[in-house]
């Protein structure tokens, strides 16, 4: 992910936590700036980000009813939903 000192194989205990903290801020209605500054408590912003879309997955999976990790259905509903996202994305102006 980048050249730093730590390895990029998993996110490190600093990384989930400022995870942790940012979806904290964001449930408790934090403005973007603090949610920002809850992230800078990682240790490598790329790590944060794959903690990040990790801990995503896995609340929805629980969400949904899965028992292990992601079920096949929920899997392709999520890649439908970044598809999606992606196409509108694309066509936004900015």
Known sequence: MSDGLHDHARPD???MRAVLVVARAI???ADHGTAHQAAEG???????AVAGISYG????S?????????????RLQLLAAVAATL???DAAPN
Do not use: N, Q, R, W
Request: aromatic content about 4%.
């Open 87 to 89: 196409a509108e994305l």
């Open 42 to 48: 990682g240790a490598c912003p790329a790590c944060v």
């Open 57 to 60: 997955i896995t609340l929805a």
């Open 62 to 74: 629980t969400v949904a009813g899965d028992k292990s990790f992601v079920s096949e259905p929920v």
């Open 27 to 29: 449930l408790d209605g």
């Open 13 to 15: 205990t600093a990384d």
